[in-house]
């Protein structure tokens, strides 16, 4: 049976992710449903009920978003969510929704990569664009007269945190709405919402599926106008999830919290012994008790993720130590069950040294995958 309003506000993590989304039980049918494929739905007489056409909605995802909606938001039933092809289709949807000619918008300048073009086309309309780093709340101070706050805590890939509570507060007492990129902590880690966001916004392609092979995105909010409004623009550029692409997602967040669980220790245990290497330096772990995140971190977060990031000397021995590794495969994105790790200066977007590395700790044991980075290290040092 699935939870209550009550019992999802005061369930465990793992009790939730296990049932979230699932409908009530129908004998001899499946307890997840499988994908409905269709572009149209019998529709005689009046346009109305909840399935008219398929850009607009569908059943399978309809239960992939009260999956999400449970999690970033148990127990709050006015909390919607709307799922989208890819993290960028959701970012955009939010961003483009909700800002018009002449209004100013405030993004993180050390934010995920792709945010640069995000700034460009916003400028092409006329949105005036500030940025500032995600580190000491600096988006404060060029807050003035802005219409939407976008933060990314912890960010990517420099795992700074700034205090949510702190900008949302902030922002509201403007006028502005504010957005929080909750990919890298997932709902595990950070509730946005909770913490007086307006949209958590996050990239179900990482650790919310988990296996590496779908491409998700999703919004969550608590404001009908201004959902409604992304609602629209998903419904115009037509930025929708396949059905077995959410399919897939929701049946991966059974497993969330013990993924999570697994990699999030795992990546302590990376952080703990890297920092004890001499050629490591910049190292970045929320969860570490001397990183410079960390007393923020501890204060808004569950969860400190499954990324570390660390730099070495220069960018040859980064890539020999990225070719030495046998347990970490050499790729983008994170979050996977299988741990990644890259050197980020090779994309030009991201403001970091050539000897940058961003790791995604995934789930192989513990002992294994540090043998194997140690290894590396020795082997990548002549």
């Given at each position: 049976?699935?939870?209550?309003?009550?019992?999802?506000?005061?369930?465990?993590?793992?009790?939730?992710?296990?049932?979230?989304?699932?409908?009530?039980?129908?004998?001899?049918?499946?307890?997840?449903?499988?994908?409905?494929?269709?572009?149209?739905?019998?529709?005689?007489?009046?346009?109305?009920?909840?399935?008219?056409?398929?850009?607009?909605?569908?059943?399978?995802?309809?239960?992939?978003?009260?999956?999400?909606?449970?999690?970033?938001?148990?127990?709050?039933?006015?909390?919607?969510?709307?799922?989208?092809?890819?993290?960028?289709?959701?970012?955009?949807?939010?961003l483009?929704?909700?800002?018009?000619?002449?209004?100013?918008?405030?993004?993180?300048?050390?934010?995920y990569?792709?945010?640069?073009?995000?700034?460009?086309?916003?400028?092409?309309?006329?949105?005036?664009?500030?940025?500032?780093p995600?580190?000491?709340?600096?988006?404060?101070?060029?807050?003035?007269?802005?219409?939407l706050?976008?933060?990314?805590?912890?960010?990517?890939?420099?795992?700074?945190?700034?205090?949510?509570?702190?900008?949302?507060?902030?922002?509201?007492?403007?006028?502005?709405?504010?957005?929080?990129?909750?990919?890298?902590?997932?709902?595990?880690?950070?509730?946005?919402l909770e913490?007086?966001?307006?949209?958590?916004?996050?990239?179900?392609?990482?650790?919310?599926?988990?296996?590496?092979d779908?491409?998700?995105?999703?919004?969550?909010?608590?404001?009908?106008?201004a959902?409604?409004?992304?609602?629209?623009?998903?419904?115009?550029?037509?930025?929708?999830?396949?059905p077995?692409?959410?399919?897939?997602?929701?049946?991966?967040i059974?497993?969330l919290?013990?993924?999570?669980?697994?990699?999030?220790?795992?990546?302590?245990?990376?952080?703990?012994?890297?920092?004890?290497?001499?050629?490591?330096?910049?190292?970045?772990?929320?969860?570490?008790?001397?990183?410079?995140?960390?007393?923020?971190?501890?204060?808004?977060?569950r969860?400190?993720?499954?990324?570390?990031?660390?730099?070495?000397?220069?960018?040859?021995?980064?890539?020999?130590f990225?070719q030495?590794?046998?347990?970490?495969?050499?790729?983008?994105?994170?979050?996977?069950?299988?741990?990644?790790a890259?050197?980020?200066?090779?994309?030009?977007?991201d403001?970091?040294?050539?000897?940058?590395?961003?790791?995604?700790?995934?789930?192989?044991?513990?002992?294994?995958?540090?043998?194997?980075?140690?290894?590396?290290?020795?082997?990548?040092?002549?």
């Amino acid at each position: 049976m699935s939870d209550t309003t009550e019992d999802a506000a005061t369930a465990g993590d793992g009790t939730r992710a296990v049932r979230a989304g699932l409908p009530e039980p129908v004998k001899h049918e499946p307890t997840l449903p499988g994908p409905v494929f269709a572009a149209h739905f019998h529709l005689p007489g009046e346009v109305t009920g909840p399935y008219l056409y398929g850009r607009d909605d569908n059943p399978t995802w309809t239960l992939l978003e009260r999956a999400i909606g449970e999690l970033e938001a148990p127990g709050h039933e006015d909390v919607e969510t709307l799922v989208f092809a890819s993290g960028m289709a959701a970012i955009s949807a939010v961003l483009f929704s909700q800002l018009r000619a002449g209004d100013v918008a405030v993004l993180p300048s050390d934010g995920y990569q792709v945010l640069p073009l995000v700034r460009a086309q916003l400028e092409a309309y006329g949105v005036e664009v500030r940025t500032a780093p995600t580190g000491g709340d600096a988006q404060l101070e060029v807050l003035d007269g802005a219409r939407l706050l976008w933060i990314e805590s912890p960010s990517n890939p420099g795992l700074d945190v700034c205090d949510i509570r702190r900008l949302v507060a902030a922002a509201h007492a403007g006028g502005a709405l504010v957005a929080v990129d909750n990919t890298l902590a997932t709902p595990l880690g950070q509730r946005p919402l909770e913490l007086g966001a307006d949209f958590s916004v996050a990239s179900g392609t990482k650790q919310l599926t988990g296996h590496g092979d779908v491409l998700l995105g999703y919004v969550t909010g608590r404001d009908a106008e201004a959902m409604a409004a992304v609602r629209r623009w998903r419904k115009i550029v037509g930025a929708i999830p396949g059905p077995m692409e959410a399919w897939l997602a929701h049946r991966s967040i059974a497993t969330l919290q013990l993924r999570v669980d697994r990699q999030n220790a795992t990546a302590l245990r990376v952080a703990e012994a890297l920092r004890r290497r001499p050629e490591v330096s910049g190292l970045r772990y929320p969860g570490l008790p001397d990183d410079p995140s960390h007393k923020i971190a501890s204060q808004q977060m569950r969860r400190y993720g499954c990324v570390v990031s660390f730099e070495l000397p220069t960018r040859a021995r980064a890539e020999r130590f990225l070719q030495a590794l046998r347990l970490v495969e050499d790729a983008t994105s994170f979050g996977g069950v299988r741990s990644t790790a890259e050197r980020r200066r090779r994309w030009g977007g991201d403001a970091v040294s050539e000897g940058f590395i961003r790791m995604s700790v995934g789930a192989e044991d513990p002992e294994d995958l540090v043998a194997d980075l140690l290894r590396a290290l020795d082997e990548s040092a002549g």
